[in-house]
């Protein structure tokens, strides 16, 4: 079978690798644009991993590919995992007794259930709604998701898998790229892994954008004396962080800016200033923001990077729809997405 993927982030380089190791591999020509790379979400991302989502299809895609990860000497050292657990308060209302269990299967013994008072005391998540409950787990932390792609596409160089540094221009459903030298090029399937560039590329080859959006993701670095703090998410706010060095915690909250141009991003300083002061809320002390990163990803509803059909032949497809959390599923979605292709 020979396969064209276009987009060379942490979805597309995963997929092609699932493809071209597969135990009858196809071949697979991977597009990964100009260098547009420099300012993927991949790139930009903060690699937050861990087994627990609310939702429990979710956090069986979390915790396969964490669970993978860590049974891999090769992958702890392509995507330089580090092991700082996670502290999950979900939002008031979110059940959490299904995920619990995916998660205890797949990584026995990591997660545990907490009360508002061991939030406060152990992790010092002060000013939590009544009632609000965290799911605390050993084995979790980040990953870098730049250096998992940077070492996946190194492995496909030396392969046979096939690296073209070209744009595409538009995908039809025949299944062909054009690319942006004018070249028309066919295979068996072509699958669209062009993360917040995909709903443009879609509309520019006249098909339908499903209802996949770019939004924009963004993050501060901040000095807030939170050394000894685990990565969390608190769901109610919606604010999480992690540590990135002495000093140094990354601090976002969601952004409502949707429909971005990836090209054309820039800072949102009103959310800035919401993250600060939601973080000092929280933690009780001074935050101050240092360097804001603003980027990007492809959303969907509901949400999850998967394998979906576009067009009517059967042949072409999105591998995208990560919305702003594919770090942590990546790894298990793409083994998923790579069956359904062969
Ligand atoms: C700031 C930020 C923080 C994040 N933090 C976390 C986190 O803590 N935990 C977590 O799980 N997830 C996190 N995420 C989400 C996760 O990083 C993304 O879901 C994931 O990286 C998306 O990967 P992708 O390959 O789909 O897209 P991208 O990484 O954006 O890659 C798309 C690629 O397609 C290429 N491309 C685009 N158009 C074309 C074209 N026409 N021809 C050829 N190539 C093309 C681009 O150059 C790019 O390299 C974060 C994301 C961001 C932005």
Not at 26 to 54: H, I, Q, W
Not at 75 to 97: D, I, K, N
Not at 208 to 220: A, C, D, I, N
Request: with cysteine; proline share 6%; glycine share 10%.
């Amino acid at each position: 079978m020979r396969i064209a993927i276009v987009g060379g982030g942490i979805a597309g380089a995963l997929l092609a690798l699932r493809l071209t190791r597969a135990p009858r591999p196809a071949e697979v020509d991977l597009f990964l644009g100009e260098a547009t790379s420099s300012r993927d979400a991949s790139r930009a991302s903060g690699g937050m991993v861990r087994g627990f989502e609310p939702d429990p299809a979710a956090a069986r895609e979390a915790a396969e590919s964490l669970a993978e990860i860590r049974g891999s000497a090769t992958l702890r050292e392509w995507s330089g995992y580090r092991e700082t657990g996670s502290v999950y308060v979900p939002a008031r209302g979110a059940g959490t007794a299904d995920s619990l269990k995916i998660v205890d299967h797949l990584l026995p013994g990591s997660a545990t259930l907490v009360d508002r008072a061991v939030l406060a005391r152990e992790h010092r998540l002060r000013n939590l709604p009544d009632r609000a409950i965290g799911v605390v787990e050993r084995h979790a932390g980040h990953i870098s998701p730049h250096r998992l792609r940077t070492a996946v596409l190194a492995e496909l160089a030396r392969t046979n898998a096939v690296l073209h540094l070209t744009k595409v221009r538009q995908v039809t459903d025949d299944p062909a790229v054009r690319t942006a030298g004018g070249a028309t090029l066919r295979y068996d399937a072509v699958v669209v892994a062009a993360g917040a560039w995909t709903p443009r590329l879609l509309a520019d080859s006249g098909l339908p954008g499903e209802s996949l959006r770019s939004k924009q993701v963004q993050y501060s670095v901040c000095q807030a004396g939170l050394d000894d703090l685990r990565p969390f998410v608190e769901g109610n706010s919606g604010l999480y962080g992690r540590w990135m060095r002495p000093g140094a915690f990354l601090l976002g909250l969601p952004s409502d800016r949707w429909d971005v141009d990836p090209d054309e991003i820039s800072r949102d300083r009103a959310l800035t200033e919401k993250v600060v002061t939601h973080a000092e809320r929280l933690f009780g002390v001074p935050v101050r923001a240092v360097r804001t990163v603003a980027s990007f990803d492809c959303y969907r509803d509901p949400p999850g990077l998967a394998l979906r059909p576009l067009g009517t032949a059967g042949r072409l497809y999105t591998f995208t729809g990560g919305s702003g959390g594919a770090a942590k599923t990546a790894v298990a979605a793409s083994r998923t997405a790579a069956d359904a292709l062969l």
